[in-house]
């Protein structure tokens, strides 16, 4: 949670120089939004492309935890994952008003994810050691921070070792993939993204999409074996 808090601080203190107080006619609590709109952000897209930065504090709050969980995915490495959202956040407020809506905002703003975290890999050529995560939870969409849920109470401390050491093996296969495999896994499979979501970040075909997600299930489930025996 730390890590996201601090991305958005730096975000803030560079782009919201006024504070998080609304532009006016914008709820905090977002009530009174028009329901009908297919695409929920573009009420607040809208106000940051008319100059009203504290609008972009709403999609911050409303993107951060899946963004964070995207990267973490892509890097396997928890300051890696919050330099890549803080990036993309800093280059989706700078170019927002080149989003022309032909596709969902998230689309387009969870693709600048992507790009950031396919160089932030390549910048980086090995890892030495990954926070673990729950893998076996899905994502949650709900606002807040990152969708890490804290071990149960009831859990011993020798299970919760093999708990975390088993983690961080399943995030080391993830790793092992080849980059273009590992992007549709972790966009389809544990972020749960739609083939056509996928095209649109990507900017593949839809049959691209799913061969690709083929092998990299093929080969995760390969490299799993190896380490766990047969799944």
Known sequence: METITLTWHSIAHLIIRHG??????????????????RDEDSQYVALCREGEPAAFEVLVRRHQKRMFNIAYRMTGNYEDAGDVVQEAFLSAYRTIKQFRGEAKFSTWLYGIVVNHARNRMRQTNSRSYHEPVRFDDPPSREEGGPAIDPPSRDISAVDLLVQKETQQKVQSCINGLDKEHREVLVLRDIQGFSYE????????????????????RNALKDSLKKV????
Do not use: H
């Not at 998080?20 to 709109?37: D, H, Y």
């Not at 900017?203 to 799913?210: E, L």
């Open 20 to 37: 998080t107080k609304p532009p006016g006619g914008l709820s905090q609590t977002e009530e009174g939004r028009p329901r009908e709109n």
């Open 197 to 216: 979501e996928i095209t649109g970040m990507l900017g593949i075909p839809d049959g691209t999409v799913k061969s690709r997600l083929s092998r990299a």
């Open 228 to 231: 766990f025996g047969d799944i």
